[in-house]
């Protein structure tokens, strides 16, 4: 008997999909630049699973940078259409970081804090009513 799923999600031609079977851990918006030329806006917003509650169907590629506070981040998307999916980063193993504009039906979306609001661009509005961080608050 297969789980029922809270989420699934695909990117641009569907190559790649996915699907999840519990809710977020977390939920939040990260203005980092990295965001930024990640997605092509202003922040990336991005729901927090544990890994073992995605499952991902097809291959993706995949793109790791050292961010500022020395941890490893992997983005990856589909190698076809280059949609972003998911990432990971090495100081939460066991978690998966899922592009919340990959979700088919997103709508339940709440962001829960901001992060690296030092670099988001004047233009790009993020609520100002829950947790605002400069950078990237300590892992609780």
Same mark, same amino acid.
């Given at each position: ?47 927090? =699973? /544990? %890994?073992?509650? &995605? ?10 940078? !050292? ?41 339940? =979306? /709440? %962001?829960?804090? &901001? ?10 509005? !993020? ?14």
């Amino acid at each position: 008997m297969s789980e029922q799923s809270f989420a699934t999600g695909r990117c641009l031609c569907g190559a790649v999909s996915y699907s999840i079977t519990a809710e977020p851990m977390a939920a939040g918006q990260c203005h980092c630049k990295d965001c930024q030329r990640a997605s092509g806006t202003g922040h990336m917003s991005l729901a927090f =699973f /544990k %890994t073992d509650d &995605v499952n991902i169907i097809g291959e993706t590629a995949s793109y790791a940078v !050292t961010a500022d506070s020395g941890n490893t981040n992997t983005r990856h998307f589909c190698p076809k259409c280059g949609g972003r999916l998911f990432g990971e980063n090495s100081a939460r193993p066991g978690m998966i970081a899922v592009a919340v504009g990959s979700i088919d039906d997103n709508e339940w =979306f /709440k %962001t829960q804090r &901001v992060v690296y609001v030092k670099d988001r661009p004047q233009w790009d509005s !993020t609520p100002v009513d829950i947790p605002n961080f400069d950078m990237m608050p300590p892992a609780t």
